[in-house]
């Protein structure tokens, strides 16, 4: 019963967690913000209450009076519905002058510019209220109710109840109501909302006011029973997160149940903690929402999902470095002068700058290349910088080994870090990490069983007897510490630069492009998100290791849950794309160069926070990519004037912009019969697929599929919308999960993972082509040759290109090309992984009948080197005219199969085509997948001729 007791004790935070998760669902269903400042607006209102209870109305904006008279005390319920509205008023101003604007921008935009709301509302606060907690009188009635040896408190029994009966009224009103049926239509797609005559912004509108008030609910109703301060409620979003992510953030039900379970489970947690000595002392409670969040994520599978009527949006541009030399050579100059020419808070200034770029490249590592958004890389930073104390302090490890050491500490524990991103990706994995370093912020930073109250020492670093430390008194900072922070970071960026021209960085960029692309052409995804974490994790190790010589000690003030937001919020303002923005990051860090340069000249004194965070929201209004962005714009502008001013002058050749007409094959070895140059044959293996069958839940999509593809032939698969062509592919390919077997010479590889399938030599192509429009034509053929050696890779890439005529496209972004021209790199990027059996899916879609044939001619010519291919395409004639066998599939089944002469005059497959309509009108059974020939007669071949020129 004491279970049962400590349990009721944490309905009081459970009803706020599940009233802040009802808010955070709220904005998310309508407009695809995760509001991180739903806290805060919760934080205002309650303070609103607070003041309009004491008879002052509550003004936070600077110049006039904190508060202002209003008679006294309105009354419980009024003062509760005033400050509502300004809960409501709030969510309408955040609406329209902050995410309205954003509602195109890439999801990790609006989600920084949330941490810029959060920021501005907490730090306006807290320089017009101050830090004194503010006691609030109750509103319920505070009683004790006993049954037995179980104490349960009225007030958190109330506050429950309430936030329970508010939740079944939103779910009456969002269920049977007609603005929740344009909601719900909304969140599927802005176009739902507008066959249901409703504006999706006048929806989003709504929502946000309904959130502010539920949010702003959530505030008042814990106000007393925990006094007010400006930093209270900011963490309130983790739990609240938690309980969001169980009810999918769409489910208002299962949301609110999750937030009272958290809140239940925390004060379990504690009451656990205090009887038990084994237990760490502090940490239980904030261990629970991540243990939620992982619970409900990998058992389900599921993300976040992504609103329909919002088109995913990438990160932004990540440039190739075109020179490594000059970059670092004036960066380092650049550093040097920095140092020399400064002293004091100056120096300082500088310093910090360094410390924090090298943090921020972590970021770039992790969140710009691949893609990974992690929310833990100040948390990594700090468990190197305590790890480093242990390493100098007890075990007395020297300096460089110690922070190398306690780097890879960072590395270990970011590994572990980033197994959720083997299942889960974008800002689902933003908040497991969040809820993580929450979770590590209070087990090990702020737990005394292994931090002193007063921090960590750390050794300062020597090396060969001369002093590297910062120093102390007059010569504090001293200009040996700040070239080590140099050297680091110089050697940091060299790196990072390095990896985006690396093979492994273009796997990266094409895990962030599209995973399932990725598999597709052989990328091991789990192992980059691996490597990914892993690096990053190193680095940011790194920076935590200067961080601590830079503090001599070690405390948790510096490596804060609410710092790693801040952390990703100003990596993102500064480009988190390219080494770049990198740099930038550490310019604008809150202790870094442009700090001090604003309160030295500008005199912002606490004011700082606020503009900054008024900063970061208008800059990702106009760049929503990052301020790093308009650099990234000049530099292709310049490029590409260079690049066409040396075509003026013919010292490189113009590039070809038309795909109709074939051009020149670099050193071809042999003639095709296609007139297409192609390398010597080479010994093939045989594709045989037998009893394959696809259920999709209830619905069967291929239905014991058998087919076979040998060596240097062109296997056609055709059949009509949603017969389950691509179905078979994706079986094939290990992209859907099915029954039956599919073996490459004999050998069986139905049991291996898609990347594996092409290291085994059955490559793909993709309908929808998935090309990543960040890399160079180059740079995507590459990508697919991770792991290989440098110089086969490079053969293979050059012959790729040759084979399908697009080597004069090398160098330019695949951004920029054609959709034929995209056509062919996607079918060069398969040629690359030197496939056995190449599988293509509907490479012909979008040319006209010229560019088909040109394709079909170099699709012959892949086959005449030895591989088998295997096409699905909708342009019948082009199938008829390369095949050298076809199958037909409808409705999952193989309906015929036989030459292209056999297919011609099957009444089977006319009939599939134009439907079974003309069976009335057939002479003679229909044709067979066992016997396809012969059967059709020339009215049947005139319905395929029809056919083709229909679905062609």
Known sequence: ???????????????????????????????????????????????????????????????????????????????????????????????????????????????????????????????????????????????????????????????????????????????????????????????????????????????????????????????????????????????????????????????????????????????????????????????????????????????????????????????????????????????????????????????????????????????????????????????????????????????????????????????????????????????????????????????????????????????????????????????????????????????VARLRTSRLGSAMLAVRANERSAAGIGINVVRVKVVSFALASFIAGLGGSLLAYRRGVVTYDSFTAIGGLSLLSTAYLAGVTSVFGGVNAGILAGSGIVFVATDRWIHLGDWFPVLSGLAVIAVLIGHPEGVASGGHELADKIAARRAGWRRRRGLVPAPATDVSAPVGLAEPAAESPSGVAVAPPRSGKLLEVSGLTVRYGGVLAVSDVSLRVSPGTVVGLIGPNGAGKTSVIDAITGFARAAGTVALDGTPIDGLASHARVHRGLARTFQSLDLYDDLTVAENVDAAMVGRHRDRGHEALTGALGLLGIADRAERPAGELSHGERQLVSIARGCATDPAVLLLDEPAAGLDTRESRWLGARIRAIADTGVGVLLVDHDVALVLEICDYIYVLDFGQIIAAGTPSEIRGSRAVADAYLGAVHAADAAGPPATATAPAGTGDADGTSQLSDASVVTS
């Open 1 to 495: 019963m004491a279970h049962v007791g400590a349990l009721l004790l944490g309905l009081g935070n459970g009803g706020v967690y599940a009233a802040l998760a009802l808010a955070l669902v709220l904005t998310y269903r309508s407009s695809g913000v995760i509001n991180f400042a739903t806290g805060a607006v919760a934080l205002y209102v309650a303070y609103a209450y607070a003041f309009l209870r004491q008879g002052e109305l509550l003004i936070i904006i600077p110049g006039p009076p904190t508060s202002v008279g209003i008679g006294g005390d309105p009354g419980l319920v009024p003062a509760v519905l005033i400050a509502l509205v300004f809960g409501a008023l709030l969510g309408v101003l955040l609406y329209l002058l902050v995410f309205r604007p954003l509602r195109e921008a890439p999801p990790l935009a609006r989600a920084v510019a949330s941490l810029g709301v959060l920021v501005v509302i907490q730090s306006a606060m807290a320089i017009r209220l101050g830090t004194a907690p503010v006691s609030v009188d109750a509103i319920f009635p505070a009683s004790r109710w006993r049954l037995g040896s179980v104490t349960l408190l009225s007030d958190r029994f109330y506050l429950a109840v309430t936030v329970v009966a508010l939740t079944l009224a939103l779910t009456a009103v969002f269920r049977f109501t007609r603005f929740g049926l344009t909601t719900r239509a909304a969140a599927e797609s802005a176009t739902g909302a507008y066959v249901s005559g409703a504006s999706p912004d006048r929806i989003a509108l709504l929502n946000w006011m309904i959130s502010g008030v539920v949010a702003g609910a959530a505030g008042i109703l814990i106000a007393p029973l925990s006094p007010l301060a400006p930093t209270t409620y900011t963490l309130f979003v983790v739990p609240a997160l938690a309980a969001a992510v169980v009810g999918g953030f769409q489910h208002l039900v299962p949301t609110v149940g999750a937030g009272l379970a958290i809140g239940m489970l925390q004060s379990e947690a504690l009451s656990q903690a205090a009887q038990h000595s084994w237990l760490p002392s502090t940490g239980s409670s904030e261990l629970v929402p991540l243990l939620v969040i992982l619970v409900a994520l990998l058992a389900s599978g599921r993300s976040i999902p992504v609103r329909g009527g919002l088109v995913r949006q990438p990160l932004g541009h990540a440039p190739r470095p075109r020179s490594l030399t000059v970059p670092t050579l004036v960066g380092t100059a650049v550093g040097v002068l920095a140092l020399v020419g400064t002293h004091g808070t100056w120096r300082a200034a500088v310093i910090s700058t360094f410390i924090a770029a090298v943090i921020g490249l972590s970021l770039v590592v992790v969140t710009g290349y691949a893609g990974q958004v992690s929310l833990a890389q100040l948390a990594l930073a700090g468990a190197a910088a305590f790890s480093l104390s242990g390493l100098t302090q007890s075990w007395h490890v020297p300096f460089p080994i110690a922070p190398l050491l306690a780097a890879l500490v960072a590395t270990v524990l970011g590994v572990l870090v980033g197994l959720p991103a083997l299942r889960l990706r974008g800002l689902t994995l933003g908040v497991v990490t969040l809820a993580l370093a929450y979770a590590i912020e209070a087990l090990w930073f702020r737990n005394t069983d292994f931090v002193s109250s007063a921090g960590n020492k750390v050794r300062p670093p020597r090396l060969f007897g001369l002093d590297l430390g910062i120093g102390t008194g007059h010569a504090f900072p001293r200009i040996q510490f700040g070239l080590v922070c140099l050297v680091v970071l110089v050697a940091v960026a060299w790196g």
